[in-house]
């Protein structure tokens, strides 16, 4: 009882200190916290008064200096945690403005020894009076960008803690740190104040750093702008006094060995190529019984991911957006709300994007949150590799689907007058291809007599196209229309004039739509038939304008397996939108009638819809 009023009359005795200018560290565990939480809230009130930028200001070690001290706990085997504080001095300010900007100040180096094993861990602090961007190392900061680029007003200080090994270059030690720079104010605008910050790190040697795997040799942050530091350290009355820091230290344990037992042997970090939570060790542990604490520990980048969509609202209160990168600052026992190094079932992280986010996602860093409120965890490397992987599936998938589309559907361009005037220079054509295909391939099908048809040009066409100079492709398409199928006989005459089919007398002029080419020359390349027979599995193609068509009058019948499409709507120009128009209804029996149907037709610009052949 008596131990219980001593520790009060501490915390009460603290509080009020505050307005004094000098803090006393309470006795008390039990109420420890609550000045502690008071404390807080002061100096954050102070802080918005004097417009210092601060991080989080919540101790969790003595303030006592250059102290080790040894936790005891009689239930356990393992190694206990390692608790160390120790006092910096920095040059004064004067000095200090002098070190040119990016660079820093090493502190002495100075050693903890573990009594149990003797092993020992020696350590500096860095001071950056001067640097810019964000930098989490010291080496991040000299090479942030160039000198020209500075801005005097956006320069910050900062404090790194740096780990310097002796021994085996792999060696690694976990620790959890809170490091405080001591205020000097001369004012009477309110006591003096400190500002702090904690966080922790795996720390090891210069060659096996790997900041995204928890990894650093130094490691820190910005704790105020610069501008503040003068009159932080006491201004004009102070210039010569120098700067004191407080170091306090938490060297944990090696997380314990787990086994997997879907292997049988010690869990390893998740496999990138998955989206399995970094928190599970097998399958056959649940994260809400134990976690692995080799993969989720203080320092480590983590990414949030949604498990279903209707969780990201509430993620995005909290400020762990899915996706996005976050390290890990801090883990706090869900019981004692004291630093552990690993995670465990309920712990609260601190959380804190390792870039800078849009404007509208910023907030006050860090974010404290509930594990079990984070519906999956994964590292960077998975999160990139499944992004990378989707990423390829989606693009992928989008080619194929483009490639099959192209397969069924296509656009096509009308380069030529052959089929002029149902088709005119610049029409775009949209072609289905599925339909003459599987007619060939199913039933060996022919198109009708009057089918307007695409294909590809067999071999007397192609050389045709490059004895002209011209070149083809395995894209490029013909377009005709069909005018005799297999088993009709048709006959052609030198002035390339299809003069009778199946017996049938032709009018000259009902294949020709357009106007009459006046030096002639298609009749050069015209190879005259008499009653040929078209063969079976191919068709006579002719285009609408004969005196510039060059088309099976002049390399003969086509094979239906070249034949890939049908024209199914014109869609450019715009006025004249519409299906494919037929050929006008002609009659064989009056000459003069056909002449009175072509005049009318080109008079009034129509072309009938249905075609019959007599």
Not at 38 to 44: A, E, G, K, R
Not at 230 to 248: I, L
Request: one cysteine or more.
């Amino acid at each position: 009882m008596r131990l219980f009023k001593i520790g009060l009359y501490f915390d009460l005795f603290n509080l009020l200190s505050l307005t004094s200018g000098f803090v006393i560290t309470s006795t008390s565990k039990r109420y420890h916290h609550h000045v502690l939480h008071l404390q807080q809230t002061i100096i954050s009130v102070l802080n918005d008064r004097k417009q210092f930028v601060a991080f989080s200001s919540s101790p969790l070690f003595s303030t006592l200096s250059d102290k080790t001290t040894h936790q005891q706990d009689d239930t356990a085997t393992e190694e206990i945690p390692i608790l160390h504080n120790h006092t910096v001095t920095f040059p004064n300010y004067l000095e200090l403005t002098a070190v040119p900007r990016g660079d820093f100040v090493a502190s002495d180096p100075w050693t903890v020894t573990c009594s149990s094993s003797g092993e020992e861990y020696t350590f500096r602090l860095l001071l950056v009076p001067r640097g810019q961007g964000a930098p989490e190392s010291t080496s991040q900061i000299r090479t942030a960008s160039p000198l020209h680029n500075y801005d005097a007003a956006r320069d910050n200080v900062g404090l790194y803690l740096q780990y310097l090994p002796h021994q085996k270059p792999e060696d690694t030690v976990d620790v959890t740190f809170n490091i405080r720079i001591k205020g000097n104010q001369q004012n009477n605008n309110g006591p003096k104040f400190d500002v702090d910050w904690t966080t922790g790190m795996r720390f090891s040697s210069t060659e096996n750093v790997d900041l995204k795997n928890g990894l650093a040799n130094d490691f820190g942050a910005y704790m105020m702008q610069s501008r503040l530091l003068e009159h932080f350290m006491g201004g004009d009355q102070a210039k010569n006094e120098p700067m004191q820091v407080q170091v306090s230290l938490k060297i944990h344990p090696p997380p314990p060995t787990i086994i997997d037992h879907d292997q049988q042997s010690p869990a390893t970090r998740n496999n990138p190529l998955t989206l399995s939570d970094i928190r599970q060790i097998d399958q056959q542990t649940s994260i809400h019984e134990q976690h692995n604490a080799t993969n989720v520990r203080v320092g480590m980048v983590i990414v949030p991911v949604l498990s279903k969509l209707s969780q990201r609202p509430r993620l995005f209160q909290a400020g762990a957006y899915p996706g996005v990168e976050y390290r890990l600052m801090r883990i706090l026992d869900p019981q004692t709300q004291q630093d552990i190094f690993s995670s465990v079932p309920g712990a609260y992280y601190d959380l804190k994007p390792i870039y800078p986010l849009v404007p509208r996602l910023e907030r006050p860093w860090p974010i404290r949150i509930n594990e079990r409120d984070l519906p999956k965890l994964v590292t960077s490397i998975q999160y990139n590799v499944i992004y990378a992987v989707g990423s390829l599936l989606t693009a992928v998938t989008g080619l194929m689907s483009a490639f099959i589309f192209s397969q069924l559907v296509s656009l096509f361009f009308i380069p030529s007058k052959s089929m002029d005037p149902t088709f005119e220079v610049g029409d775009v054509l949209v072609v289905e291809k599925i339909t003459p295909r599987i007619m060939n391939k199913i039933n060996h099908a022919t198109p009708k007599v009057g089918d307007v048809v695409l294909f590809h040009p067999n071999d007397k066409l192609q050389e045709i196209v490059q004895s002209s100079g011209g070149r083809i492709s395995n894209r490029d398409l013909f377009v005709k229309r069909v005018a005799a199928r297999p088993g009709d006989s048709i006959s052609v005459d030198k002035a390339g004039s299809v003069t009778s089919i199946n017996g049938q007398r032709q009018n000259n002029e009902q294949r020709n739509f357009c106007e009459e080419e006046p030096l002639k020359l298609i009749e050069r390349f015209i190879e005259p038939v008499d009653n040929q027979v078209i063969p079976e599995g191919q068709v006579f193609v002719l285009g609408d304008c004969s005196s510039v068509s060059v088309d099976s009058r002049v390399w003969g019948p086509l094979s239906n397996d070249n034949i890939v499409g049908r024209p199914v709507i014109r869609i450019w120009p715009l006025s004249r939108w519409g299906t494919v128009p037929a050929l006008p209804i002609m009659s064989t029996t009056s000459i003069d009638a056909d002449s009175q149907i072509h005049a009318t037709t080109k008079r009034e610009g129509k072309i009938p819809l249905t075609t019959h052949w007599n």
